[in-house]
């Protein structure tokens, strides 16, 4: 999907998020290179959204340092958004519009024209079936919706990918379907985000897990090594965090 790039994709460090006197944003740092995969998890308020709104460049540090792809989203907003591939938990489509008319509609939005047959092979290589591109959204179920998203940022080149809450109110076909597909985009290259509550989908699917605890990382398991994480150890890890 992406050229590989030197450096971490995503880079934070020492960031802090203030609103108004508010601070829900404490120091946090966190880094996802090209090829990984990084589970954010956190219980409801630790600061989750505020993160991905920070390296969106809709929220801008109180102190701190935010790059994506070496580039401070603050500073330069637009040109971040088009590395990026945001894919919310609700996929905003245009539900009259057919899954082509609505990925044609945004790629012409960011001035993208594909190549003839580009948006087919787009289309196959997130496994949305050939029967549905021609359909109203307004017919398709969450995961035919992330589907088109995806489709969308494959054509788009993004080299970062932002998952909200990807797998909630998938079923478990669903789920491995979609964990099958953020594979493939990390072998091709993407950094990928995943913020989550999904636990099983987070285990199988994530290089290393990050537990966000009011505002800030307070522990990093990876899927290798001496500090590697089972099931067991990322359930009993949550359920501390959720009762901190
Ligand atoms: N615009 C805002 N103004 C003031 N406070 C905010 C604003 N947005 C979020 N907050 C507060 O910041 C804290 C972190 O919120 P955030 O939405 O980032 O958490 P989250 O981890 O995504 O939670 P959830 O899992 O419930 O979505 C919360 O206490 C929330 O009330």
Redesign the pocket.
């Known amino acids: 999907m992406t050229t590989k790039r030197e450096g971490k994709a995503i880079q934070i460090e020492g960031l802090v998020?203030r609103?108004?006197e508010?601070q829900?944003?404490d120091h946090l740092s966190l880094e996802v290179g090209a090829g990984e995969v990084y589970g954010l998890l956190?219980?409801?308020?630790?600061?989750?959204?505020?993160?991905?709104?920070a390296i969106l460049g809709f929220?801008t540090p109180s102190a701190g340092r935010v790059r994506v792809v070496g580039l401070d989203p603050s500073a330069e907003p637009a040109v971040v958004r088009r590395a990026i591939a945001y894919i919310p938990e609700n996929v905003a489509l245009y539900d009259h519009l057919s899954a082509r008319e609505n990925v044609d509609y945004f790629l012409r939005l960011a001035r993208l024209r594909p190549e003839p047959g580009e948006m087919e092979a787009a289309f196959r290589a997130v496994g949305l079936a050939e029967e549905a591109w021609g359909r109203p959204v307004s017919g398709f179920s969450k995961g035919m919706r992330q589907k088109t998203a995806i489709a969308l940022a494959l054509l788009r080149r993004a080299s970062v990918l932002l998952l909200d809450?990807p797998t909630s109110g998938l079923d478990p076909g669903a789920t491995a379907d979609f964990n099958a597909l953020v594979s493939r985009l990390r072998g091709e290259g993407a950094a990928i985000l995943i913020?989550t509550?999904d636990l099983i989908g987070v285990a199988d699917i994530a290089d290393r897990v990050g537990f966000?605890e009011k505002?800030r990382i307070s522990d990093e398991m990876a899927a290798e090594g001496a500090d590697r994480f089972d099931l067991r150890a990322l359930h009993d890890r949550f359920a501390r965090a959720r009762a901190a």
């Open positions: 998020v609103y108004g508010r829900v944003i956190g219980g409801n308020g630790a600061g989750k959204s505020t993160t991905l709104q929220v809450e913020v509550h966000l505002g």
